[in-house]
Antibody, heavy 121, light 106 residues
């Protein structure tokens, strides 16, 4: 059974850096049919795409977050990661990792359960 | 770039048909997909490439995309369909979500 699992700190101080990891199980992250992405959802709000990455390392970022975000992939561990810098309270959200089907269009066909990140001193 | 507009809320009676719209200029030029998110859960893909259903999604879920509007239709709506629904498209390597629609089954 394929699944994604996020891991990372639940609490981060303002101005610090958030590091999240997503582990893919039941398959290989180096499958060329998929990208791997991050989405967040602030409390009571809608979904916001953050970034996605191909196993080769090619990355695509939301222009509004690009200056603060970096994604990376570790094929040996079937993991991909998100780093977000200079956090503020506005970054408090549920962070989801997801698999992106690459084709005529890109969409998220598999989601992790999410990790709640609170930015507070 | 696209700005996807959804109505904040839609209400429907059990057994009736619910329609949720997603609008943007020339939306028909893009493939649209739809996600269902129940309270406290992760989103689930219910429609991709305008009208295709992933395996396991009930046939009562259907969709279309024409002109400036994509529409998700739930026929014979059930109480279990109460959720937030989001449209999404991919354009120029960017993923865009609509603001979401809360479907209430009264």
């Amino acid at each position: 059974q394929v699944q994604l699992q996020e891991s990372g700190p639940g609490l981060v101080k303002p101005s610090q850096t958030l590091s999240l990891t997503c582990t893919f199980s039941g398959g290989s992250i180096s499958s060329g049919a998929y990208y791997w992405g991050w989405i967040r959802q602030s409390p009571g709000r809608g979904l916001e795409w953050i970034a996605y990455i191909y196993y080769s390392g090619a990355t695509y970022y939301n222009p509004s977050l690009k200056s603060r975000v970096t994604m990376s992939v570790d094929m040996s561990k079937d993991e991909f990661s998100l780093e977000m810098r200079s956090l503020t309270a506005a970054d408090t959200a549920m962070y989801y990792c997801a698999r992106v089907v690459a084709g005529a269009t890109n969409y998220f066909d598999l989601w992790g359960q999410g990790v709640l990140v609170t930015v507070s001193s | 770039s696209y700005d996807l507009t959804q109505p904040p809320s839609v209400s429907v009676s059990p057994g009736q048909t619910a329609s949720i719209t997603c609008s943007a200029d020339k939306l028909e030029d893009q493939y649209v997909c739809w996600y269902q998110q129940k309270a406290g859960q992760s989103p689930v893909l219910v429609i991709y490439e305008d009208k295709k259903r992933p395996s396991g999604i009930p046939q009562r879920f259907s969709a279309s995309n024409s002109g400036n509007t994509a529409t998700l239709t739930i026929s014979g709506t059930q109480a279990v369909d109460e959720a937030d629904y989001y449209c999404q498209l991919w354009d120029s390597s960017t993923m865009v979500f609509g603001g979401g629609t809360k479907l209430t089954v009264l």
